[in-house]
Every structure is written in structure tokens, then in C-alpha cells.
């Protein structure tokens, strides 16, 4: 039955065949093929610029929430700081042992001065408010709250909560939400002895105000980009619905595992692009354990690959057109002679007066069938060279747009300033040589590298003199090292390099080569010679890494203890010293 039905459709499709002519089976077939290779390079271009789109949105949303969560991090840094010198200003005890309105007006014009401060206050021993701005509490225990206690034995930060005592005594707020506040505190010590806790509340504006305006975020993008802030339980501090969870504890410990990455949210209705990233602190700020999350969804985030798509179609589908409209008048042009020569032809023998088939134009035999046919054969040989070069032409612009495409991947892997690998290439190349190493247990190592004081570099020579010192650095990296390994500029002043089959001395001994490379050599910018010095961390991979982001965090505390030991000198950090600095 199914054999039967084959050779009915063949049949078919033969009967068609037959009843057209030269021309529009020609159009037909230029037709279909036109349609196959548009739809094909439609597909083919929507499918990578939508991957291509998508690593890069990844990548600016990473950007924002890393971004956004060191913005928190020194923002909370500087305001315990400006507490920290405020309580520290008087060493003799003048003002804290003085009269209540004396310390109230001190609170006052520190609280002028920085306008988050909704709240100061100095409470004695026992928690009972002394003095406080506008005179709010005062008289009040506050023995029983948090900051207070904590507050007795050191500095202390509280994460968001509703201020149950001082939210009564406060204005009504313009969109009736309710205050919400981050609390600070520290003891006051007269002689090494506590004489009291001074406590300020932060406005948890700040945070909205900060994610309003996060760097990475074009202003067509503002309205786009949802900002979360999640407190270290997972409750959503700032968002859509303040107060309750969203992620699953499973999901909650997979990113503060992580520290920072991106995923595709399908919770929703519409899968959404999330970035997050870990607040791990600033300096003597520990942090909260707060976790800034960035999203986008993903139908408005790859709208532009999704129009590039529709304009390559509407551009193929034209350019589909001219080929058929091109097809069929070759066609017509090629049928012409065949349909004249077929009703010369036919009228042979039926008219007497047709002897001989008439000489066509650009025809060399006309009288004869034999060089009427060697005349077709040139003709269809003439056809095929011209679908030859037609196949030439398609295959230069197929190799010409795969050139293209390897030069955006190029550009989408380089580091703009430098020629070198940026950060998402660069893990992609760490990934794979982590892999390896698990595979084969064969060495690898890293070298996290920073141009030392590049700051008094840029305040000295200018930005432009600092991006020649970085150029140049990344140049002396280059030329030291291995064609097998992996050098890329992290973002700034800091590089990393990957080495493959590599042990601890063969990376030490690398490190300080490349460290007295930058050392004796000079950048130019503008006929000034500028020398600069390179600290390196170096650290080698371990059986218990987890992945490429341990052994990369170990360079950096590595590099970290270069800093620390006067710079322009190499540091390693090995697993055991790690353990050891942790538990000090």
C-alpha cells in the first residue's frame, strides 16, 4: 500500500512536470530554493544573535548586581565609618559627660550633615535614651532592642526592620509606607570604660534611591530592570512584596554558594533574566549577607535579536524576489531559442515550405538537428556555468557572513583596550582547563596581577597615560608567558593568568619573571617615560576545589598579601594556608 502511494505521488509530481514549461519550472525551482535558503538563514540568524544577545545580557546583569551590591557594601562602610569618628572625636569625655542639650545639638549636626540618618541617639548603660535628635526617645529604655545590646559590646549593624518605638513619633511619610530602618551602634568608652551606646537609624531609602540609579543600566533600560534586595533569610528587604520569601531555601543556598551568576527565572509567566550577586562586605564592614538580585524579563530583554531576526528575513525575502524575477527572465531567455527552434521544428514536414530550421541568433548551426542539439548543449553548458558562478557568488557571501560572525565573537571575547581575553572568555577557557585538570589530575595554577598605586597614576599623568601603563603591562604579560596559557584583564588594573602543566615553582618563578618584566619596563605616553610595578598572587589548584572560582579567589587573597607586604613583590597562597589565615 505505502509503495503504491509513492509511486502515485511520483506520478503526479511527473504529470505536473510535464505540463510545464522550461520558464516556469526554472521560476518554480528558483522559487523553492529561494524560500529554503531565506528560511534557513533566518532561522540560522535568529538562533545566534539571540545567543548572542543573551551571553551579553547576562553579562550586563551580572555587571549591575555585582555593581549594586558593592555600592551597598561601601555605602553601609562609609556610614559606620562617619559614626565610628563621630564617637571617637571626643577622647577626654568633654561633650559625652556635659549636659543633654549639648549632646543633642552635636547629634543634630551630624544628622544635618548626613540626611539618611533619620535617628541619632546616646543611650547610657542601662538603656535609657540620654539624648537624642529631635529629642525623639529620650527618656525611653532601649534596653531590650538589638542595636543597644549589641551596640554595648562593639559596633554593631542590625539588618532592616520597622521601627516599632520611633515610627509613631515621625512625620507621616508621602506614600504611607511604612519606615523601615537599618540600625548602627557603638559603645562610647571614657578611660577604656563604657559609658554608653551611641545608636542611629538609617532610612532604608537609600537603597531604592541607589537601585534607581545602578551603573550598567542604559535610561532606556531604567524601567526594564527590576533590583531586589534580599535579606540573609531570603525575605525580599526591597522588591514587589516586601517581607516574604520568593526563592527556595535549596535556590537560596545555591546562590550564596555561588556569590554571584545568572539564571533564567520560569516562575513567572514570562521567563526572566536574573543576575545576582552576594554582599560580602567592604573592608572592616562585614556585611549583612544581603543578596542584590537583577531582572529582566526575557522577552523584553531579546526584543532587538528578535527584530535583527524579522529585518534579516524581510531583507532575505527581498533579496528571494530579485533572484525569482532574475531566474525567470534567464529562463525566458534560455526558452526562447528552444521554444522557436520546437515550433520551427514542428512545422517541418507539415509545411512545405519549412525545409530547415531557421538560424537562430547567436546560434551557430541552425539547418541541422545535430547542431541544433550541440547548440543546446552549449547553451545548458553556457546555463550551468552561470549556476556555477551563481553557487560561487552564494558561497563567498556564506563565507563572508561565517567571517562576520567569527569577528563578533572575537570582539564579544576581547578586552577592547588591551587585545586580551575579557572576563567571560576568560572563564570559559578557566571552566575547561578545571575540567581537565579533573580529568587527567595534570598541574594548573593562576597569577592574579594589579598595577600598583595606578590611581596616583591617573591623578598624576591623566586617565589617557593610565590606560598606556595598562596597555603596556598587558604587553609585558603577553611576552612572558606560554602560548598554552590564558592571560586576561579582569576589569581595571587587574589581570589574571592561567597555567596550564604547571606546578608551584614553575609558577613562582613565572610570577617574578613577569613582576621584574614590568619593573624595568616603562610606559610612553606624550614623551614621558611612566614606570610602574605589578604585585602577583600566585596559588596552584587543589584536590578539594570545587571549581575554577576557588582556585581564582586564592590568587586573590594571594595577591592580597602582596599588597599588604609593601606591593612589587609575588605571594602564594596555598589550601592550608588559607585554612590557617581563616581560623586567625
Given at each position: 500500500m505505502r509503495k503504491f502511494g509513492m509511486r502515485t505521488l511520483v506520478g503526479w509530481l511527473w504529470a505536473i512536470e510535464d505540463r510545464m514549461t522550461l520558464r516556469m519550472q526554472i521560476g518554480a525551482g528558483a522559487a523553492l530554493l529561494s524560500i529554503l535558503m531565506v528560511g534557513a538563514l533566518t532561522a540560522g540568524a535568529a538562533y545566534i544573535s539571540s545567543h548572542q544577545v543573551s551571553g551579553l545580557l547576562d553579562a550586563r546583569l551580572a555587571e549591575v548586581a555585582r555593581g549594586t551590591s558593592e555600592r551597598l557594601d561601601r555605602y553601609m562602610f562609609t556610614?559606620?565609618?562617619?559614626?565610628?569618628?563621630?564617637?571617637?572625636?571626643?577622647?577626654?569625655g568633654e561633650m559625652w559627660t556635659s549636659d543633654p542639650s549639648r549632646i543633642r545639638k552635636e547629634l543634630e549636626n551630624l544628622k544635618y550633615g548626613f540626611e539618611d540618618f533619620a535617628w541619632i541617639g546616646l543611650a547610657d548603660t542601662d538603656g535609657k535614651v540620654v539624648a537624642a535628635t529631635g529629642r525623639q526617645l529620650e527618656g525611653v529604655s532601649v534596653a531590650t532592642q538589638p542595636w543597644f545590646k549589641?551596640?554595648?559590646?562593639?559596633?554593631a549593624v542590625e539588618d532592616m526592620h520597622e521601627a516599632a518605638l520611633l515610627a509613631p513619633l515621625l512625620d507621616r511619610r508621602h506614600d504611607d509606607d511604612l519606615y523601615r530602618f537599618v540600625d548602627i551602634a557603638m559603645p562610647i568608652k571614657l578611660f577604656g570604660q563604657t559609658i554608653g551606646v551611641l545608636g542611629a537609624y538609617l532610612n532604608w531609602d537609600w537603597p531604592k534611591e541607589m537601585s534607581q540609579s545602578v551603573s550598567g543600566v542604559r535610561d532606556d533600560e531604567v524601567g526594564e530592570t527590576d533590583i531586589w534586595i534580599l535579606g540573609k533569610d531570603g525575605i525580599i528587604l526591597l522588591g514587589p512584596s516586601?517581607?516574604?520569601?520568593?526563592?527556595?531555601?535549596?535556590?537560596?543556598?545555591?546562590?550564596?554558594?555561588?556569590?554571584?551568576?545568572?539564571?533564567?527565572?520560569?516562575?513567572?509567566?514570562?521567563?526572566?533574566?536574573?543576575?545576582?550577586?552576594?554582599?560580602?562586605?567592604?573592608?572592616?564592614f562585614g556585611g549583612l549577607g544581603?543578596?542584590?538580585?537583577?531582572?529582566?524579563?526575557?522577552?523584553?530583554?531579546?526584543?532587538?535579536?528578535?527584530?535583527?531576526?524579522?529585518?534579516?528575513?524581510?531583507?532575505?525575502?527581498?533579496?528571494?524576489?530579485?533572484?525569482?524575477?532574475?531566474?525567470?527572465?534567464?529562463?525566458?531567455?534560455?526558452?526562447?531559442?528552444?521554444?522557436?527552434?520546437?515550433?520551427?521544428?514542428?512545422?517541418?514536414?507539415?509545411?512545405?515550405?519549412?525545409?530547415?530550421?531557421?538560424?537562430?541568433?547567436?546560434?551557430v548551426e541552425a539547418t541541422q538537428m545535430t547542431r541544433s542539439l550541440r547548440s543546446l548543449l552549449r547553451r545548458v553548458g553556457f546555463a550551468e556555468?552561470?549556476?556555477?558562478?551563481?553557487?560561487?557568488r552564494a558561497s563567498d557571501t556564506a563565507r563572508q557572513f561565517n567571517d562576520d560572525i567569527e569577528?563578533?565573537?572575537?570582539?564579544?571575547?576581547?578586552?577592547?583596550?588591551?587585545?586580551?581575553?575579557?572576563?567571560?572568555?576568560?572563564?570559559d577557557a578557566a571552566n575547561d582547563a578545571m575540567d581537565y585538570y579533573k580529568r587527567y589530575r595534570r598541574g594548573l595554577s593562576a597569577l592574579m596581577i594589579d598595577i600598583d598605586h595606578f590611581k596616583k597614576?591617573?591623578?598624576?599623568?591623566?586617565?589617557?597615560?593610565?590606560?598606556?601603563?595598562?596597555?603596556?603591562?598587558?604587553?609585558?604579560?603577553?611576552?612572558?608567558?606560554?602560548?598554552?596559557?590564558?592571560?586576561?584583564?579582569?576589569?581595571?588594573?587587574?589581570?589574571?593568568?592561567?597555567?596550564?602543566?604547571?606546578?608551584?615553582?614553575?609558577?613562582?618563578?613565572?610570577?617574578?619573571?613577569?613582576?621584574?618584566?614590568?619593573?624595568?619596563?616603562?610606559?610612553?605616553?606624550?614623551?614621558?617615560?611612566?614606570?610602574?610595578?605589578?604585585?602577583?598572587?600566585?596559588?596552584?589548584?587543589?584536590?578539594?576545589?570545587?571549581?575554577?572560582?576557588?582556585?581564582?579567589?586564592?590568587?586573590?587573597?594571594?595577591?592580597?598579601?602582596?599588597?599588604?607586604?609593601?606591593?612589587?613583590?609575588?605571594?602564594?597562597?596555598?589550601?592550608?594556608?588559607?585554612?590557617?589565615?581563616?581560623?586567625?
Open positions: 556610614r559606620q565609618r562617619e559614626l565610628r569618628l563621630f564617637a571617637g572625636l571626643d577622647q577626654n549589641n551596640g554595648l559590646k562593639g559596633i516586601i517581607g516574604r520569601t520568593y526563592y527556595s531555601d535549596e535556590k537560596l543556598a545555591a546562590m550564596r554558594a555561588a556569590k554571584s551568576g545568572t539564571f533564567v527565572d520560569r516562575q513567572t509567566t514570562v521567563p526572566v533574566l536574573t543576575a545576582f550577586s552576594t554582599t560580602i562586605g567592604h573592608r572592616d544581603w543578596i542584590v538580585v537583577a531582572r529582566r524579563p526575557a522577552d523584553v530583554a531579546l526584543a532587538a535579536a528578535a527584530q535583527t531576526a524579522w529585518w534579516i528575513a524581510e531583507i532575505g525575502l527581498a533579496i528571494g524576489l530579485f533572484g525569482i524575477a532574475g531566474a525567470l527572465m534567464l529562463a525566458s531567455r534560455i526558452a526562447r531559442p528552444i521554444q522557436s527552434m520546437t515550433s520551427e521544428a514542428d512545422l517541418i514536414g507539415r509545411d512545405p515550405k519549412t525545409t530547415m530550421l531557421p538560424r537562430q541568433r547567436g546560434s556555468e552561470r549556476t556555477r558562478e551563481a553557487e560561487l569577528e563578533l565573537r572575537k570582539l564579544a571575547a576581547t578586552d577592547p583596550l588591551t587585545n586580551l581575553m575579557n572576563r567571560r572568555a576568560f572563564l597614576i591617573n591623578d598624576t599623568h591623566g586617565h589617557a597615560a593610565g590606560d598606556e601603563v595598562i596597555k603596556r603591562v598587558a604587553q609585558l604579560i603577553g611576552e612572558c608567558i606560554r602560548s598554552t596559557d590564558k592571560v586576561a584583564r579582569l576589569g581595571g588594573e587587574e589581570f589574571i593568568v592561567l597555567l596550564r602543566e604547571a606546578d608551584l615553582d614553575s609558577s613562582n618563578f613565572l610570577a617574578e619573571r613577569i613582576r621584574r618584566a614590568v619593573a624595568d619596563g616603562t610606559a610612553t605616553y606624550r614623551d614621558a617615560a611612566i614606570v610602574a610595578t605589578v604585585s602577583v598572587g600566585v596559588t596552584i589548584v587543589a584536590e578539594n576545589d570545587r571549581d575554577v572560582q576557588d582556585l581564582i579567589e586564592r590568587a586573590d587573597q594571594a595577591l592580597y598579601l602582596a599588597k599588604n607586604n609593601g606591593r612589587n613583590c609575588v605571594r602564594q597562597m596555598l589550601v592550608h594556608k588559607e585554612a590557617a589565615a581563616n581560623v586567625a
